[in-house]
């Protein structure tokens, strides 16, 4: 990689990362200030992982979904899954009860040290979509019990 490549992937992700903190999830979170702070919250957060770091990326991630699972009960879904056809793509699920949940989720130790490890066990770009619901349903057992 050249020199002026790599100050530029550099710029860039720093740029990016700043945005992200500025734009990014925030932009998400300050939604519990507005008039739909009750609205539940889904989004879709895909990133790219390490994969000369696999072994530590993945178990950040397990960490980091069970301190969300024990720790943040307004969040009712939080699935992280790897692409099966690009297994370096990670695809986060997640659907908060509400902005507010959002917000404090971000807030959250574990969520720091995921927002931490971006650039070395993860990469840039994060995309978040964030969605409408138009119907369907979860259930906590695909078995009858």
Do not use: W
Not at 97 to 118: C, G, N, Q, V, Y
């Amino acid at each position: 990689m050249s020199s002026a490549t790599n100050r530029l992937t550099r710029r860039a992700f720093c740029a990016a990362g700043a945005g992200l903190a500025t734009f990014g999830f925030n932009r998400l979170a300050a939604a519990a200030d507005g008039p739909s702070a009750d609205k539940m919250v889904t989004q879709i957060a895909r990133f790219k992982l390490n994969k000369a770091k696999e072994s530590e990326a993945l178990e950040v991630l397990r960490e980091l979904c069970a301190s969300v699972e024990a720790n943040e009960p307004d969040v009712l879904i939080y699935l992280c899954n790897r692409s099966a056809k690009k297994p370096d793509e990670l695809v986060f699920f997640e659907v908060y009860r509400d902005a507010a949940t959002l917000k404090a989720h971000m807030k959250t130790p574990h969520f720091k040290k995921l927002a931490k490890s971006i650039g070395t066990l993860f990469f840039l770009p994060i995309e978040v979509t964030v969605l409408d619901r138009v119907g369907g349903f979860a259930r906590a057992s695909g078995k009858n019990s």
